[in-house]
């Protein structure tokens, strides 16, 4: 199994509505990845509501292999998920390993 972890911060020059909506828009396009990509065993988006945390919006999941982490990084569904999310953010970290 091989866990993949994305952080991010949104843009510093969103207004706290747009945050919110991009958040949202995140979460709703990654999750529905899930579904369409043979191989993810858990994926789940989780929006900021914490102050002590220095990360806006975290993705959170699971593959069964190498190869399915690799395939769902090309999968189209992901590549337009991606595309949004580099429009809001900013700060990217990731963090793959096998388990």
């Known amino acids: 199994m091989v866990n993949h972890i994305v952080l991010w911060n ?3 020059e969103l ?7 991009a958040g949202e828009t995140i979460k709703k396009n990654l999750e529905e ?17 914490i102050d ?12 069964e292999s190498v190869d399915a982490l690799n395939a769902y990084q090309v999968h189209p569904a992901h590549v337009a998920a991606a ?17």
């Open 83 to 99: 595309g949004f999310v580099r429009t809001v953010t900013c700060d990217r970290a990731c963090f793959d390993y096998e388990a």
């Open 10 to 12: 949104f843009k510093p």
């Open 52 to 63: 002590s945390s220095n990360k806006d919006i975290a993705l959170i999941s699971s593959f």
């Open 33 to 49: 990845v899930k579904a369409q990509v043979e191989g993810v065993i858990a994926l789940q988006v989780c929006i900021n509501e």
């Open 15 to 21: 207004s706290a509505e747009e945050r919110k909506a």
